[in-house]
């Protein structure tokens, strides 16, 4: 894919699989909602959660997002590179606040909350979560519509 297939692939509300190193070597895998701020992955979790432990011992982290059922439809992108863990409260709040707007974390469908709204929702939460904002060193995509059935 070009680079603007990627963003507009990563802009849609897909779920992104998460991959951190646990302690033991193996690799800790967990879907996560997401959010792209300034063309970067960024998702969060409570910072007692495994992969923030991982992440907090070991930096690296490989994320996927991807989609289709039949092989012609396969597409997807994947960024390896370093987690930044940012437990900054007001930064937290405000991804909760993107997540809110992209994915139906409160009812059936996604809602822009304003300041108040988002405080009294989910600012309770914000001071134990750490978002983390994945910087690349590597992406990869594919996109087999384009292979016409010449695999």
């Known amino acids: 894919m070009t680079e603007e297939e990627i963003s507009r692939f990563l802009d849609a509300d897909r779920t992104l699989q998460v991959a951190s190193v646990g302690r033991d070597g193996y690799p800790h895998l967990a879907p996560m909602w997401y959010v792209v701020d300034d063309g970067r992955v960024v998702f969060r979790s409570f910072t007692k959660s495994q992969k923030i432990v991982n ?10 997002v991807e989609e289709g059922e039949a092989y012609s439809d396969l597409r997807g992108v994947t960024i390896e590179g370093d987690a930044r863990l940012v437990t900054d409260r007001a930064y937290v709040l405000e991804v909760y606040g993107r997540l809110a707007a992209r994915y139906p974390m409160m ?9 108040e709204t988002l405080e009294a929702t989910w600012g309770r ?23 016409a059935g010449g695999y």
């Open 107 to 115: 009812d059936d469908q996604p809602v822009e909350l304003d300041a």
């Open 125 to 147: 939460y914000a001071e134990k979560n750490t978002a983390v904002i994945v910087e690349p060193r590597r992406v990869v995509s594919w996109d087999h519509r384009k292979l």
């Open 55 to 64: 992440l907090t011992r070991n930096p690296k982290v490989t994320v996927l």
